[in-house]
């Protein structure tokens, strides 16, 4: 266990949202703003996958935060079993948003445990419209009584432009290389590639 809540952890989670969101609503380019959401998407694992559990918060629990560009972000607790939590950023004068919930469901075996967030997550920008919708991937976790724990992000990724027509999809692990390898595409209306793109994460 870490002395925070889960709570607390969602924020420090996206602590570089409001960096690659004010990227994105400066470029003024429902792609870009397509481009940095996958970023701020991909990088912010680096804090927010992690090997020690934080704190359990009570059913209706709140956290808010306030980052260093005025961004506010609003966290609570919103259901205890299964347990989900609600966020909402609000980017400096109101230029950006970003919300949506985790919904956690795991599955454990002898020396390992599975973590499936079914949750989603929304990013708009108030200069395009765009609004960027996507899911989670899922968790492995393994060696978690003897041997080296390690943990891997597997599956696959979706953003969607609901306005503007934008898909991408992040395939986490493809055709069986190492889980630290993705690869996506950029589709624009469903048939018309735009970029694609691999690298080691």
């Given amino acids: 266990m870490v002395p925070i809540s889960i709570l607390q952890h969602i924020c420090n989670g996206h602590f570089n949202y409001p960096l690659y969101m004010n990227l994105a609503y400066e470029s003024n380019d429902p792609l870009q703003q397509m481009k940095y959401t996958i970023v701020a998407c991909i990088s912010s694992w680096y804090k927010s996958n992690v090997f020690l559990k934080p704190l359990n918060p009570i059913l209706g629990e709140t956290y808010e935060m306030i980052w260093e560009d005025g961004s506010h972000e609003y966290v609570e607790q919103t259901c205890h079993h299964p347990p989900r939590s609600h966020f909402l950023i609000i980017g400096n004068n109101n230029k950006w948003t970003y919300s949506g919930y ?6 454990g075996w002898f020396n390992s ?15 395009t419209g765009s609004k960027i919708q996507f899911n989670y991937p899922v968790d492995n976790f393994g060696n978690t009584f003897w041997g080296t724990m390690r943990q891997e992000s597997i599956g696959e990724i979706t953003f969607k432009d609901l306005v503007n027509g934008y898909k991408a999809v992040i395939k986490m692990g493809p055709d069986r290389k190492l889980s630290d390898y993705f690869e996506g595409t950029i589709e624009k209306d469903d048939y ?3 970029k694609t793109e691999s690298t080691q994460k």
């Fill in 102 to 107: 985790y919904d956690y469901i795991s599955n």
């Fill in 113 to 127: 445990f599975k973590l499936t967030n079914s949750g989603s997550r929304i990013a708009e920008f108030k200069n």
């Fill in 192 to 194: 018309e590639t735009i």
